[in-house]
């Protein structure tokens, strides 16, 4: 991931939407790998089911997440306790966490329809966690 991070980063501006699309697209295909190891697809899962892949796909990450989910379910809020980019992070903020939330939105995306991601507090500003808000409209 650095290799490919540090590359795009010397490509300037012009390949960041290559990079976010590029994590967006990876983290899609890997949720997709998950749902199908279940002989499942997306819009067969209840919400407790698509909470529950979300949260053991980011365990099988390595991000050693927390997954709450709002009384209602229209709103999930995912802690993650171990970023895989803590070493590139400190050289290129930005560019990495946009990167990772790109990654978690194609995470995201295989799962539901429409959401809102919500960055609530992040790693790389010295929180013990990067937190977010999912938004889930009904």
């Known amino acids: 991931a650095k290799i490919a991070i540090e590359s795009m980063i ?3 501006e012009i390949a960041e939407p290559a990079l976010y699309e590029t994590g967006r697209r990876f983290g899609f295909d890997i949720m997709e790998n998950q749902i199908s190891k279940k002989g499942l697809t997306s819009d067969l899962l209840t919400f407790d089911q698509k909470a529950d892949i979300l ?9 050693y997440p927390d997954v709450y989910i709002q009384e209602n379910k229209n709103k999930i809020h995912l802690q993650i306790f171990n970023c895989p980019f803590r070493e590139i992070v400190k050289e ?9 939330v790109a990654f978690i939105k194609g995470l995201l995306e295989s799962l539901f329809e429409d959401f809102e991601l919500i960055t609530i507090q992040n790693m790389s500003a010295g929180c ?9 409209p009904h």
């Open 10 to 12: 010397q490509l300037g």
């Open 55 to 63: 949260k053991s796909t980011c365990t099988m990450l390595g991000f």
């Open 92 to 100: 290129h903020k930005t560019t990495t966490c946009n990167m990772h």
């Open 128 to 136: 013990d966690s990067c937190a977010y808000g999912i938004n889930i």
